[in-house]
C-alpha cells in the first residue's frame, strides 16, 4: 500500500546568558526552565526545552562525554512506556536530575535521570473513538515545562498542565473541536513568560491551523492566531471561499526570541496538498493565490498573538513542502543577529531576526525539481514547476516525506558547524480533484496518490552533514542506506550524536565526522535526543520506538529490516560512560 493508501485506510478504518563557561558539572540548575532557556546556548546539567534552549542549538554544554572516552559508552538504564503505538516520537526533557518524556496517548513519564526509577507517570482519558480516527495518531512529540507544571498537547485537541513534583493535574483546557476538525495536537507546546503556545497538527485537514496562547497557571486561552487568512491581508490571498478549507497548522514548536520579544513559529502546508491549478494557480485551482500564511515563518508577539512579521517559505505550496519541520538556531555573524530554519523542501533559509529579510537560502539536498532554484537574495522561487491535474511526470524530487524531515538537527557554538540531515528520494504522483469533506467530521484532502521511488542520482538514501549554517559550505558529510529520521545532538565534548532508522546510535567527532562509537538498539528511532546531568554525571537519552506515516515508506523503499520492525513498541535507552 502506498502512503496515500495508507493516509486513506487510516481514516476509513474508521471512517541562559551566553554560554557559560564553568565547569557544568558544579553548574546550578535553575529554579525555571525558562531561565535556563532564556538566551542560553546550552543549559549545560538541563535540558529544559523541545530545542534545548531558545536559541534552538540542540546542544549540550557537557563535556563529560568526549570525544576521547565516548568508546566506553554503555547502556545504564532502560525505561519502557505503555501502549508505544507508532513507537516513541517525542524529545525528552531533563531538568534537576529528573527525566520527563511523552509517548503515544499523550502519556508522560517522571524518571530518575540517574536510575530510571519511575516518580510519577500520567495517562490522560482520550476520546479513543476519536484518536482511532485520525491519521497523525496517536503519538505524541513533546512536551513543555514552567511555572510548576508540566504541559502536554493531547490529540483529541486539549492542553493539560500536570504538577511537575507529583505528576498531578492542574487544568485541563480544550482548545480545538477534534470531533469536528479530526485534528488535535502532537507536537510539543514552547513555554514564554506567562504564557504556553501550541498549534494544532497537520495542513492536509480543511480547518484553519490555529495556534494558540495560553495562561500557564490557570489554562485560561488568552489569544489564537490562524495560520491561514489570519489578517485582512492574508485573507485577500485565497480566492473564493477557499480560506474556510485552506489547512496550514503549526503542528511543531518554534522559538522565542528575548531580544524583541518575538516567537517564532512555523506553519503547514496547504490544503489540498496538491494543486491542480498548474501554472495559472493565482486565478484557478482550489486555493487560487499565494495562500498566506501557510508554509511561512511567522514572528508573533507572545503577550497578543499578533503577527509581527513573515517570510512565506513557498508561496501557493503545492508539493506539500512546509515550514512547521525544524529548528530556529538563532546566531549572530557579521554584526548580524539570524536565525537560520529547515523548510520540508530541502532548502535552509537564513533571516535577518529583526524582521525575517532573507539573508541566504542554500540547498541541503541534491535531488530536487519542484523549482529550478530559489534566489538566496529574495527568496523568490524561480523555475517553479506547478502541477496540473493527472501523472506528473518526470517524478517530484523531493518526495512527499521532504528533503528534510521534522526533526531538528543541531549547531555547536564550538564548531561553529549546523549538523543537519539531508533525504534523498523522489516519488511518482498523480494530481487529482478533491471536494472537502467536512460533515460529520473533517477528513483529509490531499489531492494526489503517490508512491517514493530513487532518485536520478541513485538510490533513496539520507546524508549528515557539519556546514557553515550561513552560506551553507560543507565541511564534511556521511550516507546513509536509509535516511535517518531522528534529531541530531551536539555537545560540548566534541561530539555529534545520530539515531538512525535501522536502531543504531552514531556518535562522530563534530570537527572531522569520523564515526567514533555506535550502538545497536534493535529498533529505529523516531524521535529527540539529549544529553543531561544527573547526580554529577552526564547521560545520553535517546528514544527508540518506529512507525510514522514517513516511517511507513521504507518497507517499500528498503524491505527488511523494516518489514519485520515493531511498530507497538518502544523504549527510552539512556547512556552513560563505563565505571
Known amino acids: 500500500m502506498t502512503f496515500h493508501g495508507r493516509y486513506l485506510a487510516g481514516c476509513a478504518v474508521l471512517a541562559v546568558a551566553t554560554l557559560v563557561t564553568v565547569s557544568p558539572t ?7 526552565p525558562q531561565d535556563a532557556a532564556l538566551n542560553a546556548e546550552a543549559a549545560q546539567n538541563d535540558w529544559p526545552t523541545h530545542h534545548g534552549t531558545y536559541k534552538s542549538y540542540h546542544y549540550s554544554g557537557l563535556d563529560q562525554i568526549n570525544t576521547g572516552n565516548v568508546k566506553n559508552l554503555e547502556v545504564a538504564w532502560m525505561h519502557f512506556p505503555e501502549r508505544a503505538t507508532r513507537g516513541i516520537q517525542s524529545t525528552p526533557l531533563a531538568l534537576d536530575g529528573v527525566l520527563y518524556y511523552s509517548g503515544s496517548y499523550s502519556r508522560v513519564y517522571a524518571l530518575d535521570g540517574a536510575t530510571g526509577r519511575t516518580i510519577w507517570s500520567y495517562a490522560p482519558e482520550l476520546d479513543e473513538d476519536l484518536v482511532s480516527k485520525q491519521t497523525h495518531s496517536p503519538y505524541n512529540r513533546g512536551i513543555a515545562i514552567g511555572h510548576g507544571n508540566l504541559y502536554v498537547g493531547t490529540v483529541d485537541g486539549r492542553l493539560i498542565a500536570l504538577d511537575l513534583k507529583t505528576g498531578k493535574p492542574v487544568w485541563d483546557t480544550k482548545l480545538l ?10 507536537g510539543a507546546p514552547l513555554v514564554v513568560k506567562d504564557k504556553v503556545i501550541i498549534g494544532a497538527q497537520g495542513g492536509e485537514w480543511p480547518h484553519r491551523g490555529p495556534i494558540f496562547g495560553v495562561e500557564g497557571k490557570s489554562g485560561a486561552k488568552k489569544w489564537e492566531f490562524l495560520t491561514v487568512a489570519g489578517t485582512e491581508e492574508a485573507m485577500k490571498t485565497w480566492g473564493g471561499d477557499s480560506w474556510r478549507t485552506g489547512g496550514g497548522g503549526g503542528w511543531m514548536p518554534g522559538t522565542y526570541d528575548p531580544e524583541t520579544n518575538t516567537v517564532w513559529w512555523g506553519t503547514a502546508n496547504p490544503a489540498p496538498l496538491y494543486d491542480w491549478g498548474g501554472a495559472d494557480w493565482k486565478k484557478s485551482g482550489p486555493r ?3 495562500n498566506l500564511y501557510t508554509t511561512s515563518v511567522i514572528a508573533l508577539d507572545p503577550d497578543s498573538g499578533k503577527l509581527k512579521f513573515y517570510h512565506q517559505e513557498l508561496p501557493h505550496d503545492a508539493w506539500d513542502f512546509d515550514s512547521s519541520v525544524g529548528e530556529f538556531v538563532m546566531i549572530e555573524r557579521g554584526g548580524k543577529k539570524l536565525v537560520v530554519h529547515a523548510n520540508k523542501s530541502g532548502y535552509i533559509f537564513v533571516y535577518d531576526r529583526s524582521n525575517a529579510k532573507i539573508e541566504n537560502v542554500w540547498p541541503l539536498v541534491k535531488n530536487i525539481n519542484f523549482v529550478k532554484s530559489i534566489d538566496p537574495k529574495t527568496g523568490e522561487l524561480i523555475g517553479r514547476r506547478d502541477l496540473s491535474e493527472g501523472k506528473v511526470d518526470p517524478p517530484l524530487c523531493p518526495a512527499i516525506m521532504g528533503g528534510i524531515s521534522w526533526n531538528s538537527g543541531a549547531y555547536s557554538p564550538k564548531t561553529g558547524l549546523f549538523y543537519r540531515i539531508g533525504q534523498e528520494w523522489c516519488m511518482e504522483l498523480t494530481v487529482e480533484k478533491t471536494t472537502p469533506i467536512l460533515e460529520p467530521m ?3 484532502n490531499l489531492g494526489a496518490t503517490f508512491k517514493a521511488i530513487a532518485p536520478p542520482d541513485g538510490p533513496a538514501r539520507g546524508h549528515l552533514s557539519g556546514r557553515d549554517p550561513v552560506t551553507g559550505e560543507k565541511k564534511w558529510e556521511v550516507t546513509y542506506k536509509q535516511p ?8 560540548a565534548g566534541n561530539l555529534v550524536f545520530v539515531p538512525d532508522s535501522e536502531g543504531i546510535v552514531h556518535a562522530y567527532n563534530a570537527e572531522t565526522g569520523q564515526e567514533l562509537w555506535s550502538r545497536n538498539n534493535g529498533m529505529g528511532h523516531n524521535a529527540g535526543i539529549i544529553s543531561y546531568m544527573a547526580g554529577g554525571k552526564q547521560y545520553v537519552a535517546v528514544p527508540a520506538g518506529w512507525g510514522s506515516l514517513v516511517a511507513d515508506e521504507f518497507v517499500a523503499l528498503y524491505g527488511e529490516p523494516f518489514k519485520s520492525m ?14
Open 26 to 32: 558544579h553548574a546550578q540548575a535553575p529554579t525555571q
Open 177 to 186: 473541536d477534534s470531533k469536528k476538525m479530526t485534528v488535535g495536537f502532537t
Open 288 to 290: 487560487p493565490g499565494e
Open 442 to 444: 473533517a477528513q483529509l
Open 484 to 491: 535517518p529520521l531522528a534529531s541530531v545532538l551536539a555537545t
Open 566 to 579: 515493531p511498530k507497538n513498541t518502544g523504549a527510552l535507552v539512556v547512556f552513560a560512560l563505563r565505571q
